[in-house]
Protein backbone atom coordinates (compact mmCIF):
# COMPACT_ATOMS: atom_id res chain seq x y z
CA UNK A 1 0.00 0.00 0.00
CA UNK A 2 0.86 3.44 -1.39
CA UNK A 3 1.70 5.88 2.27
CA UNK A 4 -0.41 9.03 1.74
CA UNK A 5 1.21 12.67 2.24
CA UNK A 6 -1.44 12.75 5.56
CA UNK A 7 -3.23 9.51 6.48
CA UNK A 8 -4.87 11.12 9.35
CA UNK A 9 -4.94 14.59 11.62
CA UNK A 10 -2.72 13.48 14.48
CA UNK A 11 -2.84 17.22 16.03
CA UNK A 12 -1.30 15.91 18.77
CA UNK A 13 1.71 14.55 17.84
CA UNK A 14 2.18 17.47 14.93
CA UNK A 15 2.23 19.96 17.84
CA UNK A 16 4.71 18.31 19.48
CA UNK A 17 7.31 16.66 17.08
CA UNK A 18 7.11 20.12 14.91
CA UNK A 19 7.06 22.29 17.71
CA UNK A 20 10.48 20.85 18.81
CA UNK A 21 11.80 21.53 15.71
CA UNK A 22 10.95 24.73 15.16
CA UNK A 23 12.34 25.81 18.72
CA UNK A 24 15.29 24.32 17.49
CA UNK A 25 15.77 26.14 14.07
CA UNK A 26 17.29 29.31 16.21
CA UNK A 27 18.89 27.22 18.24
CA UNK A 28 20.45 26.12 15.50
CA UNK A 29 21.11 29.32 13.38
CA UNK A 30 22.90 30.91 16.72
CA UNK A 31 25.37 27.61 17.24
CA UNK A 32 26.55 28.16 13.46
CA UNK A 33 26.61 31.72 13.58
CA UNK A 34 24.37 32.22 10.31
CA UNK A 35 23.96 35.32 8.58
CA UNK A 36 21.52 35.14 5.37
CA UNK A 37 22.40 38.75 4.08
CA UNK A 38 24.87 38.45 3.25
CA UNK A 39 25.39 34.38 3.83
CA UNK A 40 28.33 33.69 5.85
CA UNK A 41 28.40 31.50 9.52
CA UNK A 42 31.34 32.05 12.23
CA UNK A 43 30.37 29.04 13.92
CA UNK A 44 30.06 28.45 17.88
CA UNK A 45 33.64 28.29 19.54
CA UNK A 46 32.73 25.03 20.93
CA UNK A 47 31.73 23.26 17.30
CA UNK A 48 32.39 19.45 17.63
CA UNK A 49 34.32 19.76 20.78
CA UNK A 50 33.10 16.75 21.76
CA UNK A 51 34.00 14.80 18.74
CA UNK A 52 37.43 16.34 19.09
CA UNK A 53 37.99 14.89 22.44
CA UNK A 54 37.31 11.41 20.85
CA UNK A 55 39.28 12.21 18.11
CA UNK A 56 42.74 13.78 19.78
CA UNK A 57 41.88 10.73 22.39
CA UNK A 58 41.99 7.92 20.09
CA UNK A 59 45.43 9.65 18.31
CA UNK A 60 46.66 10.17 22.02
CA UNK A 61 46.23 6.35 22.27
CA UNK A 62 48.10 5.37 19.10
CA UNK A 63 51.02 7.95 20.28
CA UNK A 64 50.88 5.69 23.59
CA UNK A 65 49.94 8.66 25.90
CA UNK A 66 47.45 9.16 28.20
CA UNK A 67 44.32 8.79 26.38
CA UNK A 68 42.22 9.97 29.82
CA UNK A 69 44.31 12.96 30.32
CA UNK A 70 44.42 14.52 26.11
CA UNK A 71 42.13 17.43 25.93
CA UNK A 72 41.98 18.77 21.97
CA UNK A 73 44.00 21.70 21.37
CA UNK A 74 42.20 25.27 21.92
CA UNK A 75 40.16 23.90 25.06
CA UNK A 76 40.25 23.93 27.95
CA UNK A 77 41.32 20.98 30.62
CA UNK A 78 37.99 19.80 31.66
CA UNK A 79 37.55 18.49 28.14
CA UNK A 80 38.61 14.39 28.67
CA UNK A 81 37.74 11.42 27.63
CA UNK A 82 35.12 10.12 29.76
CA UNK A 83 34.08 6.39 28.91
CA UNK A 84 35.19 3.23 29.77
CA UNK A 85 38.59 2.62 28.53
CA UNK A 86 37.75 0.12 25.72
CA UNK A 87 35.38 2.09 23.94
CA UNK A 88 38.36 4.25 22.88
CA UNK A 89 38.75 1.85 19.90
CA UNK A 90 35.74 3.28 18.35
CA UNK A 91 37.36 6.04 17.36
CA UNK A 92 40.57 4.71 16.26
CA UNK A 93 39.53 4.94 12.28
CA UNK A 94 38.51 8.48 12.67
CA UNK A 95 42.03 9.22 13.29
CA UNK A 96 42.42 8.39 9.39
CA UNK A 97 40.85 11.88 9.22
CA UNK A 98 41.82 15.27 9.65
CA UNK A 99 39.66 16.58 12.46
CA UNK A 100 37.11 18.19 11.56
CA UNK A 101 36.57 16.05 8.68
CA UNK A 102 35.81 13.44 10.96
CA UNK A 103 33.55 15.40 12.87
CA UNK A 104 31.36 15.84 9.80
CA UNK A 105 31.39 12.14 9.02
CA UNK A 106 30.09 11.81 12.29
CA UNK A 107 27.39 14.51 12.14
CA UNK A 108 26.46 12.51 8.63
CA UNK A 109 26.66 9.00 10.43
CA UNK A 110 24.62 10.14 13.38
CA UNK A 111 21.80 11.78 10.82
CA UNK A 112 21.41 9.05 9.14
CA UNK A 113 20.91 6.72 11.72
CA UNK A 114 18.62 9.29 13.28
CA UNK A 115 16.29 8.47 9.86
CA UNK A 116 16.50 4.72 10.39
CA UNK A 117 15.10 5.46 13.87
CA UNK A 118 12.70 7.76 12.41
CA UNK A 119 11.35 4.80 10.13
CA UNK A 120 11.57 2.01 12.34
CA UNK A 121 9.32 3.83 15.03
CA UNK A 122 7.06 4.65 12.09
CA UNK A 123 6.67 0.66 11.44
CA UNK A 124 6.82 -0.26 14.93
CA UNK A 125 3.67 2.35 15.59
CA UNK A 126 1.64 1.38 12.26
CA UNK A 127 2.50 -3.12 12.95
CA UNK A 128 1.66 -2.57 16.78
CA UNK A 129 -1.32 -0.68 16.79
CA UNK A 130 -2.84 -0.91 13.35
CA UNK A 131 -2.31 2.67 12.94
CA UNK A 132 -1.19 4.40 9.12
CA UNK A 133 0.95 7.31 9.22
CA UNK A 134 1.41 9.63 6.14
CA UNK A 135 4.64 10.95 5.17
CA UNK A 136 4.48 14.07 7.31
CA UNK A 137 4.34 11.87 10.05
CA UNK A 138 7.86 10.48 8.84
CA UNK A 139 8.73 13.89 8.08
CA UNK A 140 7.99 15.14 11.80
CA UNK A 141 9.06 12.28 13.74
CA UNK A 142 12.62 13.03 11.53
CA UNK A 143 12.74 16.49 12.19
CA UNK A 144 11.87 15.72 16.16
CA UNK A 145 15.33 13.68 16.38
CA UNK A 146 16.82 16.47 15.22
CA UNK A 147 14.40 18.97 17.19
CA UNK A 148 15.42 21.26 19.97
CA UNK A 149 16.60 18.20 22.37
CA UNK A 150 19.39 17.39 19.46
CA UNK A 151 21.13 20.48 18.77
CA UNK A 152 23.74 20.32 21.78
CA UNK A 153 24.24 16.76 20.16
CA UNK A 154 24.93 18.37 16.52
CA UNK A 155 26.71 20.93 17.59
CA UNK A 156 29.06 19.55 19.94
CA UNK A 157 29.40 15.74 18.00
CA UNK A 158 28.23 14.11 20.99
CA UNK A 159 26.77 10.67 20.65
CA UNK A 160 23.63 10.96 22.47
CA UNK A 161 21.32 10.36 19.15
CA UNK A 162 23.59 7.28 18.40
CA UNK A 163 22.29 5.86 21.97
CA UNK A 164 18.74 6.83 21.34
CA UNK A 165 19.04 4.63 18.17
CA UNK A 166 20.58 1.71 20.46
CA UNK A 167 17.62 2.28 22.35
CA UNK A 168 15.29 2.44 19.63
CA UNK A 169 16.58 -0.73 17.58
CA UNK A 170 16.58 -2.96 20.98
CA UNK A 171 13.08 -2.34 22.12
CA UNK A 172 11.91 -3.54 18.69
CA UNK A 173 14.55 -6.50 18.92
CA UNK A 174 12.95 -7.18 22.04
CA UNK A 175 9.33 -6.16 20.17
CA UNK A 176 10.10 -8.98 17.30
CA UNK A 177 11.00 -11.95 20.15
CA UNK A 178 15.26 -11.13 19.51
CA UNK A 179 15.72 -11.12 23.15
CA UNK A 180 19.15 -11.62 23.23
CA UNK A 181 19.93 -8.45 19.96
CA UNK A 182 18.05 -5.95 22.21
CA UNK A 183 20.06 -7.19 25.37
CA UNK A 184 23.62 -6.75 23.16
CA UNK A 185 22.28 -3.52 22.33
CA UNK A 186 21.20 -2.00 25.65
CA UNK A 187 24.71 -3.24 27.18
CA UNK A 188 26.34 -1.49 24.48
CA UNK A 189 24.35 1.77 25.45
CA UNK A 190 24.81 1.25 29.13
CA UNK A 191 28.74 1.05 28.91
CA UNK A 192 29.11 4.08 27.04
CA UNK A 193 26.78 6.14 29.53
CA UNK A 194 26.00 3.68 32.56
CA UNK A 195 22.70 5.18 33.75
CA UNK A 196 20.73 3.26 31.02
CA UNK A 197 21.45 0.45 32.30
CA UNK A 198 18.25 1.48 34.30
CA UNK A 199 16.54 -0.13 31.14
CA UNK A 200 17.04 -3.50 33.00
CA UNK A 201 14.67 -3.03 35.11
CA UNK A 202 11.65 -3.11 32.48
CA UNK A 203 13.45 -6.09 31.49
CA UNK A 204 13.20 -7.45 34.90
CA UNK A 205 9.43 -6.82 34.80
CA UNK A 206 8.68 -8.88 31.38
CA UNK A 207 11.12 -11.68 32.60
CA UNK A 208 13.53 -11.31 29.57
CA UNK A 209 15.94 -13.68 31.00
CA UNK A 210 17.73 -13.98 27.46
CA UNK A 211 17.76 -9.83 26.89
CA UNK A 212 18.94 -9.59 30.64
CA UNK A 213 21.83 -12.22 29.82
CA UNK A 214 22.79 -10.60 26.47
CA UNK A 215 23.04 -7.06 28.47
CA UNK A 216 25.05 -8.40 31.37
CA UNK A 217 27.80 -10.29 29.11
CA UNK A 218 27.91 -7.16 26.86
CA UNK A 219 28.88 -5.03 29.63
CA UNK A 220 30.72 -7.33 31.37
CA UNK A 221 32.18 -8.17 28.79
CA UNK A 222 33.09 -4.24 27.84
CA UNK A 223 34.74 -3.72 31.14
CA UNK A 224 36.70 -7.40 31.17
CA UNK A 225 38.38 -6.42 27.75
CA UNK A 226 38.84 -2.58 28.98
CA UNK A 227 41.14 -4.37 31.57
CA UNK A 228 42.96 -6.81 29.44
CA UNK A 229 43.38 -4.39 27.09
CA UNK A 230 44.96 -1.32 29.32
CA UNK A 231 45.24 -2.85 31.81
CA UNK A 232 43.29 -3.02 35.66
CA UNK A 233 44.84 0.28 36.58
CA UNK A 234 43.33 1.84 33.82
CA UNK A 235 39.79 0.52 34.83
CA UNK A 236 40.40 1.81 37.92
CA UNK A 237 41.07 4.94 37.44
CA UNK A 238 38.10 5.13 34.90
CA UNK A 239 35.60 4.23 37.99
CA UNK A 240 37.13 6.06 40.81
CA UNK A 241 38.63 8.91 39.24
CA UNK A 242 35.83 9.47 36.26
CA UNK A 243 32.99 7.94 36.67
CA UNK A 244 32.26 8.36 40.31
CA UNK A 245 33.02 12.08 40.43
CA UNK A 246 30.65 12.96 37.69
CA UNK A 247 27.37 11.82 39.71
CA UNK A 248 28.11 15.72 40.91
CA UNK A 249 26.27 15.49 44.46
CA UNK A 250 27.60 17.40 46.89
CA UNK A 251 26.43 20.05 44.66
CA UNK A 252 22.95 19.50 45.49
CA UNK A 253 23.35 19.52 49.33
CA UNK A 254 21.73 22.71 50.50
CA UNK A 255 19.58 23.16 47.38
CA UNK A 256 20.37 22.89 44.25
CA UNK A 257 20.81 27.02 42.93
CA UNK A 258 18.94 28.17 39.66
CA UNK A 259 22.38 29.63 37.98
CA UNK A 260 23.54 25.83 38.46
CA UNK A 261 24.72 23.37 36.01
CA UNK A 262 21.36 22.82 33.37
CA UNK A 263 20.68 19.62 34.99
CA UNK A 264 17.29 17.70 34.10
CA UNK A 265 16.62 15.73 37.24
CA UNK A 266 14.22 15.26 39.75
CA UNK A 267 17.41 15.69 41.99
CA UNK A 268 16.99 19.59 41.99
CA UNK A 269 13.37 19.78 43.67
CA UNK A 270 14.04 16.78 46.18
CA UNK A 271 17.27 18.95 47.19
CA UNK A 272 15.10 22.05 48.32
CA UNK A 273 12.94 19.49 49.71
CA UNK A 274 15.17 17.46 51.75
CA UNK A 275 17.82 20.04 53.12
CA UNK A 276 14.84 22.21 54.28
CA UNK A 277 13.35 18.83 56.01
CA UNK A 278 16.47 18.22 57.21
CA UNK A 279 18.97 20.26 57.55
CA UNK A 280 21.84 18.08 58.77
CA UNK A 281 20.59 15.55 56.00
CA UNK A 282 24.17 14.16 54.40
CA UNK A 283 24.25 14.07 50.54
CA UNK A 284 23.75 10.11 49.98
CA UNK A 285 19.70 11.08 51.03
CA UNK A 286 19.45 12.23 47.60
CA UNK A 287 19.73 9.59 45.32
CA UNK A 288 17.87 7.51 47.53
CA UNK A 289 14.78 9.54 47.80
CA UNK A 290 14.97 9.61 43.94
CA UNK A 291 15.25 6.56 43.78
CA UNK A 292 12.57 5.91 46.35
CA UNK A 293 10.30 8.55 44.59
CA UNK A 294 10.66 7.27 40.51
CA UNK A 295 11.07 2.79 42.36
CA UNK A 296 7.28 3.94 43.49
CA UNK A 297 6.48 5.18 39.50
CA UNK A 298 8.16 2.50 37.98
CA UNK A 299 6.46 -0.07 40.24
CA UNK A 300 3.05 1.21 39.41
CA UNK A 301 3.74 1.53 35.78
CA UNK A 302 5.10 -2.33 35.58
CA UNK A 303 1.92 -3.61 37.11
CA UNK A 304 -1.15 -4.87 34.98
CA UNK A 305 0.89 -5.00 31.98
CA UNK A 306 -2.09 -7.03 29.43
CA UNK A 307 -1.87 -4.71 25.98
CA UNK A 308 1.08 -3.35 24.08
CA UNK A 309 -0.03 0.11 25.19
CA UNK A 310 0.10 -1.07 28.93
CA UNK A 311 3.65 -1.99 28.21
CA UNK A 312 4.45 1.22 25.85
CA UNK A 313 3.50 3.09 29.04
CA UNK A 314 5.77 0.75 31.32
CA UNK A 315 8.59 1.22 28.69
CA UNK A 316 7.90 5.40 28.72
CA UNK A 317 8.47 5.31 32.45
CA UNK A 318 11.29 3.63 32.62
CA UNK A 319 13.51 5.57 30.22
CA UNK A 320 11.92 8.91 32.00
CA UNK A 321 13.22 7.40 35.03
CA UNK A 322 16.55 6.95 33.24
CA UNK A 323 16.76 10.52 32.60
CA UNK A 324 15.66 12.15 35.66
CA UNK A 325 17.38 9.99 38.33
CA UNK A 326 20.60 11.38 38.06
CA UNK A 327 22.42 14.76 37.21
CA UNK A 328 21.55 13.95 33.10
CA UNK A 329 21.75 17.09 30.57
CA UNK A 330 18.82 17.94 28.70
CA UNK A 331 20.29 16.37 25.56
CA UNK A 332 19.82 12.97 27.10
CA UNK A 333 16.02 12.97 26.17
CA UNK A 334 16.67 11.85 23.24
CA UNK A 335 16.81 8.34 24.88
CA UNK A 336 12.73 8.63 25.43
CA UNK A 337 11.78 9.28 22.07
CA UNK A 338 11.57 5.46 21.66
CA UNK A 339 8.13 5.64 23.77
CA UNK A 340 7.79 9.19 23.59
CA UNK A 341 6.74 9.87 19.55
CA UNK A 342 4.24 5.98 19.56
CA UNK A 343 2.51 7.00 22.69
CA UNK A 344 1.87 10.67 20.84
CA UNK A 345 0.55 8.14 17.71
CA UNK A 346 -1.45 5.54 20.32
CA UNK A 347 -3.18 8.53 22.22
CA UNK A 348 -4.83 9.73 19.50
CA UNK A 349 -8.30 10.70 19.17
CA UNK A 350 -9.70 13.31 16.84
CA UNK A 351 -13.37 15.00 17.13
CA UNK A 352 -16.68 13.72 16.07
CA UNK A 353 -17.74 16.99 14.84
CA UNK A 354 -15.46 18.47 12.07
CA UNK A 355 -16.21 21.92 12.49
CA UNK A 356 -15.20 21.44 16.29
CA UNK A 357 -11.89 19.70 14.78
CA UNK A 358 -11.29 22.96 12.05
CA UNK A 359 -11.72 25.53 15.41
CA UNK A 360 -8.88 23.56 17.24
CA UNK A 361 -7.00 23.68 14.38
CA UNK A 362 -7.39 27.49 13.82
CA UNK A 363 -6.86 28.24 17.08
CA UNK A 364 -3.54 25.98 16.89
CA UNK A 365 -2.60 27.95 14.06
CA UNK A 366 -2.94 31.37 15.58
CA UNK A 367 -1.53 30.19 19.04
CA UNK A 368 1.77 28.98 17.18
CA UNK A 369 2.19 31.86 15.45
CA UNK A 370 1.51 34.06 18.33
CA UNK A 371 4.29 32.20 20.58
CA UNK A 372 6.91 32.11 17.42
CA UNK A 373 6.57 35.87 16.93
CA UNK A 374 6.07 37.27 20.40
CA UNK A 375 7.80 34.35 22.79
CA UNK A 376 9.67 37.32 24.34
CA UNK A 377 6.60 39.41 25.15
CA UNK A 378 4.53 37.09 25.72
CA UNK A 379 7.52 35.55 28.80
CA UNK A 380 7.65 39.29 30.16
CA UNK A 381 3.90 40.19 30.87
CA UNK A 382 1.64 37.67 33.76
CA UNK A 383 -1.60 38.32 31.71
CA UNK A 384 -0.35 37.03 28.57
CA UNK A 385 1.81 33.81 29.99
CA UNK A 386 -1.79 33.14 31.85
CA UNK A 387 -3.71 33.50 28.81
CA UNK A 388 -1.40 31.83 26.47
CA UNK A 389 -1.22 28.64 28.57
CA UNK A 390 -5.34 28.89 29.11
CA UNK A 391 -6.03 28.94 26.09
CA UNK A 392 -3.21 26.28 25.19
CA UNK A 393 -4.90 24.14 27.05
CA UNK A 394 -8.35 25.11 26.43
CA UNK A 395 -7.67 23.87 22.31
CA UNK A 396 -5.77 20.64 23.48
CA UNK A 397 -8.92 19.32 25.47
CA UNK A 398 -10.63 20.58 23.34
CA UNK A 399 -9.52 17.81 20.69
CA UNK A 400 -9.11 14.94 22.89
CA UNK A 401 -11.88 15.98 25.23
CA UNK A 402 -9.65 13.29 27.51
CA UNK A 403 -7.04 14.13 30.03
CA UNK A 404 -4.43 11.78 29.16
CA UNK A 405 -3.61 12.64 26.09
CA UNK A 406 -3.73 16.07 26.63
CA UNK A 407 -1.51 15.94 29.64
CA UNK A 408 1.08 14.38 27.36
CA UNK A 409 0.85 16.15 24.61
CA UNK A 410 0.80 19.46 27.13
CA UNK A 411 3.87 17.87 28.97
CA UNK A 412 5.43 17.24 25.62
CA UNK A 413 5.38 20.84 24.43
CA UNK A 414 6.70 22.18 28.30
CA UNK A 415 9.48 19.68 27.79
CA UNK A 416 10.62 21.52 24.35
CA UNK A 417 11.16 24.52 26.54
CA UNK A 418 15.16 25.59 27.44
CA UNK A 419 14.95 28.42 29.07
CA UNK A 420 16.93 28.07 31.93
CA UNK A 421 15.92 28.03 35.67
CA UNK A 422 17.81 31.29 36.47
CA UNK A 423 16.31 33.23 33.58
CA UNK A 424 13.06 32.34 34.42
CA UNK A 425 13.52 33.30 37.76
CA UNK A 426 14.55 36.76 36.40
CA UNK A 427 11.00 36.74 34.46
CA UNK A 428 8.60 35.36 37.09
CA UNK A 429 10.49 37.95 39.50
CA UNK A 430 8.58 40.64 37.48
CA UNK A 431 4.97 38.87 37.85
CA UNK A 432 2.95 40.79 40.36
CA UNK A 433 1.12 39.66 43.24
CA UNK A 434 0.08 35.53 43.65
CA UNK A 435 1.53 34.45 40.30
CA UNK A 436 4.71 35.84 41.37
CA UNK A 437 4.68 33.88 44.68
CA UNK A 438 3.43 30.67 42.67
CA UNK A 439 5.72 30.09 40.28
CA UNK A 440 9.15 31.72 41.53
CA UNK A 441 9.50 28.18 43.25
CA UNK A 442 8.55 25.77 40.59
CA UNK A 443 10.98 28.02 38.36
CA UNK A 444 13.89 28.21 41.00
CA UNK A 445 13.95 24.54 41.96
CA UNK A 446 13.20 22.72 38.52
CA UNK A 447 13.72 23.20 34.76
CA UNK A 448 10.78 23.50 32.83
CA UNK A 449 11.68 20.05 30.66
CA UNK A 450 11.92 18.05 34.24
CA UNK A 451 8.31 19.43 34.98
CA UNK A 452 7.23 18.27 30.94
CA UNK A 453 8.68 15.17 31.77
CA UNK A 454 6.87 14.52 35.46
CA UNK A 455 3.32 15.94 33.27
CA UNK A 456 3.93 13.15 30.97
CA UNK A 457 4.57 10.67 33.66
CA UNK A 458 1.34 11.96 35.55
CA UNK A 459 -0.34 11.23 31.97
CA UNK A 460 1.23 7.53 32.14
CA UNK A 461 -0.28 7.25 35.99
CA UNK A 462 -3.61 8.33 34.97
CA UNK A 463 -3.94 5.63 32.55
CA UNK A 464 -2.75 3.00 34.67
CA UNK A 465 -5.75 4.48 37.46
CA UNK A 466 -7.78 4.41 34.34
CA UNK A 467 -7.15 0.56 33.67
CA UNK A 468 -8.19 -0.44 36.86
CA UNK A 469 -4.56 -1.05 38.83
CA UNK A 470 -5.27 -1.04 42.63
CA UNK A 471 -3.71 -1.56 46.15
CA UNK A 472 -4.75 -5.86 44.71
CA UNK A 473 -2.15 -5.98 41.86
CA UNK A 474 0.78 -4.31 44.28
CA UNK A 475 0.13 -7.27 46.63
CA UNK A 476 -0.13 -9.93 43.87
CA UNK A 477 3.22 -8.70 42.28
CA UNK A 478 5.08 -8.87 45.46
CA UNK A 479 3.94 -12.28 46.14
CA UNK A 480 5.83 -13.51 42.58
CA UNK A 481 8.38 -11.00 42.87
CA UNK A 482 10.97 -13.30 44.74
CA UNK A 483 9.81 -16.53 43.18
CA UNK A 484 10.50 -14.70 39.52
CA UNK A 485 14.15 -13.04 41.10
CA UNK A 486 15.24 -16.52 41.81
CA UNK A 487 14.63 -18.32 38.98
CA UNK A 488 15.69 -15.02 36.49
CA UNK A 489 18.95 -15.79 38.59
CA UNK A 490 19.54 -19.32 37.81
CA UNK A 491 18.61 -18.84 34.11
CA UNK A 492 20.95 -15.72 33.50
CA UNK A 493 23.48 -17.45 35.52
CA UNK A 494 23.18 -20.40 32.79
CA UNK A 495 22.95 -18.46 29.99
CA UNK A 496 26.04 -16.79 30.86
CA UNK A 497 28.41 -20.39 31.75
CA UNK A 498 26.33 -21.95 28.36
Not at 257 to 265: F, K, S
Request: a negative charge; charged letters at 10%.
Amino acid sequence: MRRPLVSRPYLGAWLVLLWSAALAYSTYVNFLGLSFRPLEWSPDDRLGVNYYVYHYSAEALLAGEDFYAATPPGFGDHYTYLYPPVTILTWVPFTALESFHGFLLLTAITIAVSAASAVAIVRFVEDGWDRTLGWLDVGAIFLFFLGIHSTGTLNFGNINLLLAAGIVFGFLALDRGREVTAGVLFGAVALMKVFPALVGLYLLRIRSWAAIAGATATGLGGLAASAIVFGPDTLYRFFFEILLPRSDTAAFVGGYPPDGTYYVTIQRPLSHIIWNVYPDAPAAVLPIAAALVLGAVLAYCYLGLETKTDHLVAIHATLTATVIFMSSFRFYLALVFLSWVPLLYVWHEEPDDQRRGQAVVLGVGLLAVAYLWYAPLIWSYWPLVVAFFAAGVGVVYAWYEDVVPTLFVLGGLIASITSRPSSMVSNVQEYPGPLSTLLEPLVTVGTLQLYGLLVMLAACLLYKYRQGVGVADVREAGRVLRTDLEEGTRTVRARLNG
